[in-house]
């Protein structure tokens, strides 16, 4: 079945209180909207479609022809955004549509999948992605029917307003801004979702089609991440600092599993280009960032950075700085040296 991704990037970012567009802020060592648009790239053959701003260049400088895009004039909510890819979408190939927000770098190409395969086997109007959260969080609380489709997501301030607000606020399961559509239900009612005053403005909620849906007698569907990471996003300084902690760890328990030893891995940084052979041990203080390869059976650190570095196997690197070059097997350098680019190591026989 033919999946369009739909990605929203077309939100500023203001609370970042920045000059550029929140989702091209780097965490993992990249923009993070770069995470989850290579990740978009792994589900569908179709290149995804990003909503974005009015001459808001960053996004289209940043991923260029693998797009194609669709302008959002006004900011009147995720579901005016995603009412703007209907002209490109409606009536095509793509029997689903997925979307989601950009500033989501944790998201993975093995959930989006698992949401597309979910709805395409329920024939569900939406499956969605929702995740067991603090009950003092301001994402929607998740409302089941009692057969355990999704009945309604309730907003924190709706909530508030309802009788029943303190057992819905109490409410673990929550939404994650991830949906996969139907494409017919989508584009038959995208346009047709109520006007709501949001504290922003005036805004089209894209969680209204989940009322639509319900009220037309359309199955909801959700899986629950097991990894409540791949649901986080940034849209404060404070937020992004979350993300990239989170992102460090997933990184660094990736490497413990294929054999490399990290000494204390809350202290060590790792790339997501950056590939490390078996055996290597990691010590805390160190950075290992852009395209960097290490070798085999190498202690790297502590206090070491590398980047774009090739390392050869069984070096020993301890308290150096080296860029863009390469450092062949056996080396082991002083400590505090710098090498860059065509700098030459000092041989171990001369140390």
């Known amino acids: 079945m033919s999946l369009a991704i739909v990605l929203l990037a077309a939100g500023q970012g203001t609370r970042m209180n920045s000059k550029k567009q929140k989702i091209l802020h780097e965490v993992g060592g990249k923009p993070m909207f770069l995470h989850l648009f290579e990740a978009a790239e792994q589900v569908s053959d179709e290149p995804p479609v990003l909503v974005v701003g009015p001459g808001e260049p960053g996004v289209r400088d940043l991923v260029g022809d693998r797009a194609r895009y ?31 927000y950009g500033d989501m770098p944790l998201l993975t190409a093995a959930t989006m999948r698992r949401l597309a395969k979910l709805q395409a086997e329920s024939g569900a109007a939406i499956a969605m ?66 006007l709501r005053q949001a504290r922003r403005g005036p805004e089209y909620y894209l969680t209204d089609m989940v009322e639509t849906a319900v009220s037309r007698n359309r199955t909801v569907q959700a899986i629950v991440t097991t990894d409540a990471d791949e649901c986080l996003g940034a849209g404060t300084r404070q937020e992004l600092v979350a993300v990239e902690k989170a992102f460090r760890r997933r990184a660094n328990t990736r490497w413990l599993a294929q054999g490399v030893t990290l000494v204390d891995p809350e202290t060590i940084f790792i790339d997501p280009d950056v590939e490390i052979g078996r055996d290597t041990v990691i010590w805390p203080h160190s950075y290992l960032q852009g395209r960097t390869v290490v070798g085999e059976e190498c202690v790297i650190g502590p206090g070491t950075l590398l980047r774009d570095a090739a390392i050869g196997d069984r070096c020993r690197l301890e308290q150096v700085h080296i860029e863009g070059t390469t450092v062949t097997a056996g080396t082991r350098l002083r400590p505090f040296s710098v090498l860059r680019r065509e700098e030459q190591p000092v041989p171990d026989s001369e140390m």
């Not at 909510?77 to 979307?99: D, F, R, S, W, Y």
């Not at 067991?132 to 924190?156: H, K, L, N, Y």
């Not at 949906?179 to 346009?191: R, T, V």
């Open 70 to 100: 669709v302008t959002q004039a006004e900011q009147l909510g995720t579901g005016h955004a995603t009412l703007m890819a209907k002209p490109l979408l409606a009536g095509g190939p793509a029997a689903q549509v997925l979307v989601t």
């Open 129 to 194: 992605l929702t995740f067991q959260g603090d009950p003092r969080s301001s994402f929607g609380r998740i409302v089941r029917a009692t057969d355990g489709s999704v009945r309604e997501i309730v907003e924190v301030a709706e909530a508030r307003r309802r009788p029943d607000g303190e057992e819905l606020l109490a409410i673990r399961e929550q939404n994650a801004g991830v949906y996969c559509f139907e494409a017919a239900f989508l584009w038959a009612h995208i346009d047709k979702l109520p």
